[in-house]
C-alpha cells in the first residue's frame, strides 16, 4: 500500500521509533523508581538500626541507673538501721546512768566530781550577738499606728450642745 512516496515507511519508522523512546523512557522511570525504593529502604533499616541502638542504651540506662537507686536505697536503710541502734544504746546509757546517779550517796561526792557539778551549773558566755528582735519592732510599729475608736458618752461637748438646743426652742 504504497503510493509511490514512501510515505508508508515514514509512517512505519516513525512509529517504530516513537515506541523505541517509550520504552526507553519507562524502562528510564522503571530504573529511577527501583533507585528510589532502594533509597528509601536503605535508609528506613538506618532509621530501624539507629532506634534499637537507641533503645539499647535507653535500656542499658534504666537499669544502671535502677541498680544505683537499690543501693543507695540499701546503704540509707542500713545507715538507718545503725542510727537507731546507737539512738537506742544512748538512751540505755542514760537510763543506766540515772539509776547509777540516784544510788549513790552524797556524802561520797569527791571534790573533783565538786568542780565539775560546778562548772556545769554556770551558764556558758556567748561570744555570738543575740539576733535583733524584729517581731516586737513590728509590734510596737502596730500599736502606734492603730486608733481606738470614739468612746461614746457624756461629755461636756454634749451637754453645751443639749443646752444651746433647749435655749434656741424656748425662743
Known sequence: MSNGNGVTAR??????TVAD???AFSTTVAKNADAAVDKVRKAATGVKQAASGAKKAAKKAVGTTKTRLQ????????EAAALQRLRAKKAGAKKAGAKKTTARSPAK???ATKKATAKKAMPAKSTAKAPARKATAKK??????????AKKGVGKKTLVKKNAAKKGSTR
Request: glycine share 4%.
Open 11 to 16: 509512517i512505519s519508522a516513525a512509529a517504530d
Open 140 to 149: 510596737a510599729a502596730g500599736t502606734t499606728a492603730r486608733k481606738s475608736p
Open 21 to 23: 523512546r517509550a520504552s
Open 109 to 111: 561526792k569527791s571534790a
Open 71 to 78: 543501693k543507695a536505697s540499701a546503704d540509707a536503710r542500713k
